[in-house]
């Protein structure tokens, strides 16, 4: 009589695991995504003021930790999946809109000067490129 030999390291692919959280589960964890990069975004523009005032020059170090965090962060996102970084990409935009227009009292965070006009350009040229750099590659 046959005996049935036990099947040791069988491995389950990425795409048959996803097939399996199926219903709201991707979904949550994109928009879980999303909500990170408007955390960052939040954090950069908080930290996009930061000078370095030495002498009569100054050192926008601030600026720079900003937009460097932002693109590490998507790109970390899009790391984990090519989906992940357009969705954290999303999620720092739409923070940055939010945070544009101010508070009600007049709270800024981004302020209509050189500092705060380069953080938005540049944060958003860096964060929609390093979300969609590579893509045209397969």
Request: glycine share 18%.
């Amino acid at each position: 009589m046959p005996t049935a030999t036990p099947v040791r390291n069988v491995r389950v692919s990425m795409a048959s695991r996803s097939r399996r959280v199926g219903g709201a589960g991707p979904l949550l964890v994109w928009l879980g995504v999303g909500v990170a990069g408007v955390v960052v975004a939040l954090l950069a523009c908080w930290v996009s003021r930061a000078v370095w005032r030495p002498g009569p020059v100054a050192v926008p170090w601030g600026l720079a930790l900003g937009i460097a965090g932002s693109g590490a962060g998507v790109w970390l996102a899009k790391a984990w999946a090519r989906s992940a970084g357009y969705a954290a990409a999303t999620g720092w935009v739409v923070g940055i809109a939010y945070l544009v227009p101010g508070g009600p009292g007049g709270d800024l965070l981004i302020i209509n000067d050189r500092y705060g006009n380069g953080f938005l350009l540049l944060g958003v040229v860096f964060v929609v490129g390093t979300a969609g750099w590579g893509s045209w590659r397969r």
